[in-house]
């Protein structure tokens, strides 16, 4: 690579495994010293020498001080450039203890290596040519993703798909340009008209891309800070249980009396390979009890902030007011029905209302576990919906930085577009290049000391 970055000889160090109580550990080390200073630790020395490349062999972790032996570890020795970072790499996997960890990263220390920042390892491979800064940034979000849709995207990214997208871009862009320079050489040209028509339409095509994928950002958002379903109805409508069976334990209180749930309490389950954060809620209840109230007042907090909502409804009443306000806030996309006791009711009348209201619904006996995956299959199904996942729709935009370039780019093409009916070709000339190097600033042909900071910090330690 053409750039000029400051050459850092220190080797580097981290565990690359979750601290705690683990079967086994990594440990990865690189840097020019990685042999040799290992090579001290190692028992038998020898053997470690002579290891041929990305091979795995057994030995003994020592304290090359007190010659104690530490752990029975295995080794692999990668020779630069064939390495992750595309220096001297040495991985050491011994047993995941948190005393073994702490004494070999110390002996390590004490023997001339520094412990490794965040991200320290991906931003070697990257000054070393060992990937492009798009592939680096994919693979922190591969490692941090909260689901299946996040981890695709950045699968995208990582293969270079998204990389491509962005090339096309450009390259509509150049074209663009082309046309606008075109006409600024030679304005008395036939058809200038039509000309300037059709680029118009480019550019807002343009616009339309761009926002699209500020758009599918906004999707991956919701999942990543958690899609929330609000578990809501009547008193006793069965919502602690319809809780407790989606969760799979017995995390509320459940109980013939109203008013049981006070609180909201909030439970992770994994649902289409997606986060999602389920909520029992307060039944809604005209009460006079000032707990009670407070909890219901929580209730319509999630109704609100619910991306989607559960109405719970037993077989055996009308629909109450309650419930209707619930449905009226919610709108009737954003919420489907379980009918609960259908064990114990006659759920027809029910299902008849519900289906006039043109509420998807199922019914289900809430205190039978064997109806679990019925609930989750419903429940999942409308998640998907409210999603729209859809494969061909994986986007260009992983993190902020990504975000806030597009978001600086649409305001251009936003522009852009309210001069072009004026005769400013120059100008718009101008910021067609401009959006050019935020495109390239995207893809990383860049070299700035803190744009390369701020992408790596945000990696975990030990990659
Ligand atoms: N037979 C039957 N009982 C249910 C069903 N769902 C809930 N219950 C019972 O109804 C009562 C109230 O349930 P709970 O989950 O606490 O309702 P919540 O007030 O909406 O949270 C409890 O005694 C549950 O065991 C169901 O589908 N069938
Ligand atoms: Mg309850």
Same mark, same amino acid.
């Given at each position: 690579m053409?750039?000029s970055?400051?050459?850092d000889?220190?080797?580097i160090?981290?565990?690359?495994t979750?601290?705690g109580?683990?079967?086994?550990?990594?440990i990865?080390?690189?840097g020019?010293?990685?042999?040799?200073?290992i090579?001290?630790?190692?028992?038998p020395?020898?053997k470690?020498?002579k290891?041929s490349?990305?091979?795995?062999?057994l030995?003994k972790?020592l304290?090359?001080q007190?010659?104690?032996?530490i752990?029975?570890?295995t080794a692999i020795?990668?020779?630069?450039?064939?390495?992750?970072?595309?220096?001297?790499m040495?991985e050491?996997i011994?047993?995941g203890?948190i005393v073994?960890?702490?004494?070999?990263?110390?002996i390590?220390?004490?023997?001339?290596i520094?412990?490794a920042?965040?991200?320290?390892f991906?931003r070697?491979?990257?000054i070393?040519?060992k990937?492009d800064?798009?592939?680096?940034?994919?693979?922190?979000?591969?490692?941090?993703c909260?689901?299946?849709?996040?981890?695709?995207?950045a699968?995208?990214?990582?293969s270079?798909?998204?990389k491509?997208?962005?090339?096309?871009?450009?390259?509509?862009i150049?074209?663009?340009?082309?046309?606008i320079?075109?006409?600024?050489?030679?304005?008395?040209?036939d058809?200038?008209k039509?000309?300037?028509? =059709?680029?118009?339409? $480019?550019i807002?095509?343009?616009?339309?891309?761009i926002? !699209?994928e &500020?758009?599918?950002? %906004? /999707?991956? *958002?919701?999942?990543?800070?958690?899609?929330?379903?609000?578990?809501v109805g009547?008193?006793?409508?069965?919502?602690s249980s319809?809780?407790?069976?989606?969760?799979?334990?017995?995390?509320?209180?459940v109980?013939?009396?109203?008013?049981?749930t006070r609180d909201?309490?909030?439970?992770?389950v994994?649902i289409k390979?997606?986060?999602?954060k389920f909520?029992?809620?307060?039944?809604l209840?005209k009460?006079k009890?000032?707990i009670?109230?407070?909890?219901?007042k929580?209730?319509?907090?999630?109704?609100d902030?619910?991306n989607?909502v559960?109405l719970?409804?037993?077989a055996?009443n009308?629909i109450?007011?309650e419930?209707?306000?619930?449905i =009226?806030?919610?709108? $009737?996309?954003?919420?489907?029905a379980?009918i609960?006791? !259908?064990? &114990?009711?006659?759920? %027809? /009348?029910? *299902?008849?209302i519900?289906?006039?209201?043109?509420?998807?619904?199922?019914e289900a006996?809430?205190i039978d576990?064997?109806e679990?995956?019925?609930?989750?299959?419903?429940i999942?199904s409308?998640?998907?919906e409210?999603?729209?996942?859809n494969e061909?729709?994986?986007?260009?935009?992983?993190n902020?930085?990504h975000?806030?370039i597009?978001?600086r780019?649409?305001?251009?093409?936003?522009?852009?577009?309210?001069?072009?009916d004026n005769?400013?070709?120059?100008?718009?000339?101008f910021?067609l290049?401009?959006?050019l190097?935020?495109?390239?600033?995207f893809i990383?042909?860049?070299?700035?000391?803190?744009?390369?900071?701020?992408?790596?910090?945000e990696?975990?330690?030990g990659?």
């Amino acid at each position: 690579m053409s750039m000029s970055f400051r050459e850092d000889n220190e080797t580097i160090a981290a565990l690359a495994t979750m601290q705690g109580k683990t079967a086994l550990a990594i440990i990865r080390i690189s840097g020019k010293k990685s042999f040799e200073i290992i090579k001290k630790c190692i028992f038998p020395e020898e053997k470690f020498v002579k290891a041929s490349p990305k091979t795995i062999n057994l030995y003994k972790f020592l304290n090359n001080q007190t010659k104690k032996i530490i752990d029975e570890i295995t080794a692999i020795k990668y020779e630069f450039p064939k390495s992750y970072t595309g220096e001297n790499m040495v991985e050491i996997i011994c047993h995941g203890s948190i005393v073994v960890i702490e004494e070999i990263l110390s002996i390590l220390n004490k023997n001339g290596i520094r412990f490794a920042k965040k991200g320290e390892f991906t931003r070697r491979a990257y000054i070393n040519g060992k990937m492009d800064l798009l592939k680096a940034e994919s693979i922190s979000q591969i490692i941090q993703c909260n689901g299946k849709w996040q981890y695709k995207n950045a699968m995208e990214m990582y293969s270079g798909a998204s990389k491509k997208k962005i090339k096309e871009m450009k390259n509509e862009i150049i074209e663009i340009l082309a046309e606008i320079e075109a006409q600024i050489e030679f304005p008395e040209e036939d058809d200038v008209k039509g000309k300037k028509k =059709e680029n118009s339409k $480019k550019i807002e095509k343009l616009l339309v891309k761009i926002e !699209k994928e &500020i758009e599918k950002r %906004e /999707k991956v *958002k919701i999942i990543d800070s958690g899609f929330i379903i609000p578990l809501v109805g009547i008193p006793n409508a069965g919502k602690s249980s319809l809780f407790n069976l989606i969760i799979g334990f017995n995390r509320a209180i459940v109980h013939h009396e109203e008013g049981t749930t006070r609180d909201a309490i909030s439970e992770d389950v994994i649902i289409k390979g997606e986060k999602i954060k389920f909520i029992d809620t307060a039944g809604l209840n005209k009460t006079k009890n000032m707990i009670e109230i407070l909890g219901i007042k929580k209730t319509w907090e999630y109704i609100d902030q619910g991306n989607l909502v559960v109405l719970v409804t037993p077989a055996n009443n009308d629909i109450k007011d309650e419930e209707e306000r619930i449905i =009226e806030l919610v709108g $009737k996309e954003k919420i489907v029905a379980i009918i609960s006791k !259908k064990d &114990i009711n006659d759920t %027809e /009348k029910k *299902k008849k209302i519900l289906k006039n209201l043109k509420i998807q619904f199922i019914e289900a006996c809430l205190i039978d576990e064997n109806e679990r995956s019925n609930i989750i299959d419903f429940i999942g199904s409308h998640i998907e919906e409210a999603l729209k996942l859809n494969e061909d729709e994986y986007g260009i935009i992983c993190n902020k930085r990504h975000e806030e370039i597009f978001l600086r780019i649409k305001k251009k093409v936003t522009e852009i577009i309210k001069k072009r009916d004026n005769n400013f070709e120059e100008i718009i000339s101008f910021e067609l290049k401009e959006i050019l190097n935020d495109l390239e600033e995207f893809i990383g042909e860049t070299n700035n000391e803190e744009i390369l900071d701020s992408i790596f910090s945000e990696f975990c330690i030990g990659k």
